[in-house]
């Protein structure tokens, strides 16, 4: 299998402005103080899927997209790099963020080879990790700012907009190429 997938390099910061046309999430709309529930709520729903049969999970039904697998991978390596991000913003002042390659890092780490019981686990792991960091946010501290290496600001509140979009999306990704017989309800 090509393991390789056209690059997305879609400013998606435009989802803080208005509702996502494909996923349908308003992140504008979601209450700030439910992030952390948020996130283990959506990684449940991940977990769920990463136990369906391993051929649904490593199929692509589409030359451009991931297969679910794939997209699990990347969505537990985000809950990660998000965390770092958090940390850094809550104990630094307008900390810089090194750049990430998401698409290099799913062919350097062999996401469609991955074993999804293992996904799963660190995926949960991570996702508990990141909402209670996002748990610890109160007052001031969601106005603390960091900035991604293209230049994008975010406050923290922005940062955990932001984010939760991109796990729902893909999930929304997933559902799409999932026989209907085998997909979450």
């Not at 283990?40 to 991940?46: F, G």
């Not at 990141?130 to 610890?136: P, V």
């Not at 106005?143 to 293209?150: C, I, L, Q, V």
Request: hydrophobic share 35%.
């Amino acid at each position: 299998m090509d393991d390789t997938i056209a690059a997305d390099d879609k400013d998606w910061t435009w989802v803080l402005q208005r509702v996502c046309p494909e996923c349908g999430a308003d992140v504008r709309s979601f209450p700030i103080n439910e992030i952390g529930a948020m996130v283990r709520a959506n990684s449940a729903e991940w977990v769920a899927i990463l136990g369906l049969p391993v051929e649904a999970l490593r199929r692509r039904t589409r030359p451009d997209r991931w297969s679910p697998l794939e997209y699990a991978c990347h969505v537990r390596d985000v809950y990660e790099l998000y965390d770092q991000r958090l940390s850094l913003m809550l104990t630094e002042d307008g900390p810089s963020y090194p750049n990430w390659d998401q698409d290099v890092t799913a062919v350097e780490q062999d996401y469609a080879r991955a074993d999804p019981a293992a996904v799963a686990r660190d995926l949960r792991d991570r996702a508990h990790e990141l909402a209670s960091r996002f748990e610890l946010v109160s007052g001031d501290d969601w106005e603390r700012t960091g900035h991604r290496s293209d230049g994008a600001t975010f406050t923290i509140e922005t940062f955990a907009r932001y984010l939760i979009h991109d796990p729902i999306h893909h999930l929304w990704d997933v559902r799409s190429q999932l026989p209907t017989t085998v997909g979450p309800t």
